[in-house]
C-alpha cells in the first residue's frame, strides 16, 4: 500500500523530527532521569479529508497536542492522522 486517504475531516501527516541539542550539564542527574518531552509536535500536511471545514495545503506545517495524534499500521507501513480541530496553528 503506497497512499493513504483520510476521510472524516481527519488529516494525515507527517511527524517532523525534532532538533536536539546535546548540552553540557553540570548538574548531575540520577540514570533514571528522563527528560521531559514537549506536550506539542510540528507535522507537514500530507493531506486532508474532502469534508474538512477549511482548506488545508499540503505541504504546511502544523503545530499539534503530540497526545491526539493517532498511528494506524497497515501491513509495514503506518500512517498518522489528526482530526482537523486539533490543530492549534499554522507555523509560517
Known amino acids: 500500500m ?5 476521510h472524516n475531516r481527519h488529516l494525515w501527516i507527517e511527524i517532523m523530527e525534532e532538533e ?3 548540552k553540557k550539564s553540570t548538574v ?3 540514570e533514571s532521569y ?3 518531552k514537549s506536550e506539542f509536535s510540528v507535522v ?4 486532508c479529508a ?3 471545514a477549511r482548506r488545508w495545503v499540503r505541504g504546511q506545517k502544523m503545530v499539534v497536542e503530540q497526545r491526539m495524534i493517532r ?9 498518522h492522522t489528526i482530526l ?3 490543530v492549534l496553528g499554522v507555523v509560517k
Not at 503506497?2 to 483520510?6: A, G, L, S
Not at 507537514?44 to 493531506?47: A, G
Open 2 to 6: 503506497k497512499y493513504f486517504e483520510p
Open 20 to 22: 536536539k541539542e546535546e
Open 28 to 30: 548531575l542527574m540520577p
Open 34 to 36: 528522563k527528560q521531559q
Open 44 to 47: 507537514k500536511l500530507k493531506d
Open 50 to 52: 474532502p469534508d474538512c
Open 71 to 79: 498511528e494506524i499500521k497497515l501491513g509495514d507501513k503506518s500512517f
Open 84 to 86: 482537523e480541530n486539533y
